[in-house]
């Protein structure tokens, strides 16, 4: 496509839920990121792909978070059993790691999770 | 480690006046910087980066930064503010390739009439 798009664009669960985040990325990126931002912070790195493989998901908070992508393109972002503290906005975006590879990172409009 | 810190939480300037948004950053080789701006109910946008050469860069919206190596830094100015341009700033910093960029906590810029 020809920008990031996540959806949900907005989510209330209830606590202890399980919660699916989606994230396109622009059409032929190869790395794909994760981040978080929450009330009043920074963006919090969360984790990376290379094509279908993360080379770094030190970011991820915890056992409870987990992140797939499939066919090099869409990635989904999990978050099991809920807390209060996930309430957040989860960024996603996407870069072209190749030859042309710029630096500049392409960020989608995010999915704010609220957990109540 | 690679690590960004931003120093002023937030800085409110008078419209027309001159801007400096300081980042100093950590990083074990020569890093890739970046400043982006997210305004208001809007995506992360790239103001600037600086990969090599001419360590004064310029960018969008009449912004340009400085890379100070012996400092560690890689300031944001402006010499004159719009009320536009009222949003929140953050300077990353980036490996080889783009790899795991990481974000300070952002200085969000309020501007006064």
């Known amino acids: 496509g020809a920008g990031v798009s996540q959806s949900p664009s907005n989510k209330v669960t209830e606590k202890g839920k399980d919660v699916e985040l989606r994230c396109d990325p622009i059409s032929g990126h190869t790395a794909l990121y994760w981040y978080r931002q929450s009330l009043g912070q920074g963006l919090e790195f969360l984790i990376y792909?290379?094509?279908?493989?993360?080379?770094?998901k030190s970011g991820l908070p915890s056992d409870r978070f987990s992140a797939e992508r499939t066919g090099g393109s869409v990635s989904t972002l999990t978050i099991q059993r809920t807390q209060q503290e996930d309430s957040a906005v989860y960024l996603c975006?996407?870069?072209?790691?190749?030859?042309?590879?710029?630096?500049?990172?392409?960020f989608g409009e995010g999915s704010r999770l609220t957990v109540l | 480690a690679q690590s960004v810190t931003q120093p002023d939480i937030h800085i409110t300037v008078s419209e027309g006046a001159s801007l400096e948004l300081r980042c100093n950053y950590s990083y074990g080789a020569t890093p890739y910087l970046f400043w982006y701006v997210q305004s208001p109910g809007q995506g992360l946008q790239l103001l600037l980066k600086?990969?090599?050469?001419?360590?004064l860069v310029q960018g969008i919206k009449g912004f340009e930064a400085e890379f100070k190596r012996s400092q560690s830094s890689f300031n944001l100015r402006k010499p004159s503010v719009h009320w536009s341009d009222a949003a929140e700033y953050f300077c990353a910093v980036g490996a080889t390739g783009g790899f795991k960029t990481i974000f300070g906590a952002g200085t969000r810029l309020f501007v006064k009439a």
């Open positions: 975006a996407s870069i072209n790691s190749g030859g042309t590879n710029t630096g500049e990172l392409f």
């Open positions: 792909f290379q094509g279908n493989s993360a080379p770094d």
């Open positions: 600086y990969f090599s050469g001419d360590t």
